[in-house]
């Protein structure tokens, strides 16, 4: 939780030096999110620990130096790391890494954006079960997925004798930030090569451009050419590179602990 009217100030305008990269911890800037939240903060970067997922999620942005400094301070335990390679490779000698994979964030030029046309519908809370059913136990399933975003985000699916076969769907939804983040993409297996996924995802943009949210985001593993290829063709470019993985974080051995909460 943020402790001042002030600090959130300051927090804000670190993130919004690059906002698409900063897309997801501006979002959680919002009220519903705070409790979530656990901030480090320094004059010209931030790092977040989101604690809305288990494990929370690690994220910073900023001065590689304060970066360097505040990563200190990062309480031992068990994460999911978000972090551009430099950040990532201060944290070498205390992170145990379970996996690791190189990533894009991509975002959706307004200007480029094309439709993919179909007819994906959208879902909601009483299509869970459902949903839950389409990604059963598929080693390719969303990992990131809470229920809480389909009652509070936007998401689309396709169903084929009444069964859902294609999702996409938001990880954050942010009127106050402006952005949206796309993920929760999953094509059944044997109905994949077929547009869907493009299909669904589109819809999902398309919907996030009506509600008038600038910035559009979303996550893909570098070696996804296919994903890359569709998404690119919806108008979203690659924006930057990252590390994300899970591993277990050592305690650390500096006493530097210049925290703000």
């Known amino acids: 939780m943020i402790s001042s009217p002030k600090l959130g100030m300051r927090i804000r305008a670190i993130l919004e030096t690059d906002r698409i990269w900063s897309a997801y911890a501006l979002a959680d800037l919002d009220p519903a999110e705070s409790d979530h939240c656990t901030w480090l903060v320094g004059q010209q970067a931030v790092i977040l ?5 288990t494990p929370p999620v690690l994220f910073a942005h900023g001065d590689g130096v304060e970066v360097s400094a505040l990563m200190h301070a990062v309480a031992e335990g068990e994460y999911v790391f978000t972090l551009h390679l430099p950040d990532r490779a201060v944290l070498s000698d205390r992170l ?4 690791e994979h190189p990533m894009w964030r991509m975002a959706l030029r307004l200007e ?3 439709a993919a046309g179909g007819n994906p519908q959208p879902l909601g809370p009483d299509d869970l079960e459902d949903m839950l059913a389409l990604f059963a136990d598929h ?13 509070q985000g936007v998401f689309y699916g396709v169903r084929e004798r009444g069964k859902l076969v294609a999702v996409a769907g938001t990880h954050i939804v942010s009127t106050q930030a402006g952005v949206v983040a796309i993920g929760n993409v999953f094509t059944r297996p044997d109905r994949r090569g077929l547009g869907l996924g493009t299909q669904t995802t589109s819809a999902v943009a398309a919907e996030a451009i009506r509600r008038g949210l600038a910035t559009i985001v979303l996550n893909v593993g570098q070696d996804n050419l296919a994903a890359i290829r569709c998404y690119r063709k919806l108008g979203f470019r ?6 994300e993985g899970s591993g277990y974080l050592a305690p650390s051995n500096s006493s ?3 925290s703000e909460q």
């Open 49 to 53: 620990a989101y604690r809305g997922l």
């Open 96 to 99: 145990r890494v379970h996996a």
């Open 112 to 114: 480029q954006f094309h």
């Open 139 to 151: 080693p390719d399933r969303p990992d990131a997925f809470h229920e809480r975003q389909l009652a």
């Open 238 to 243: 690659e924006h930057c590179g990252y590390a």
């Open 256 to 258: 530097d602990e210049r």
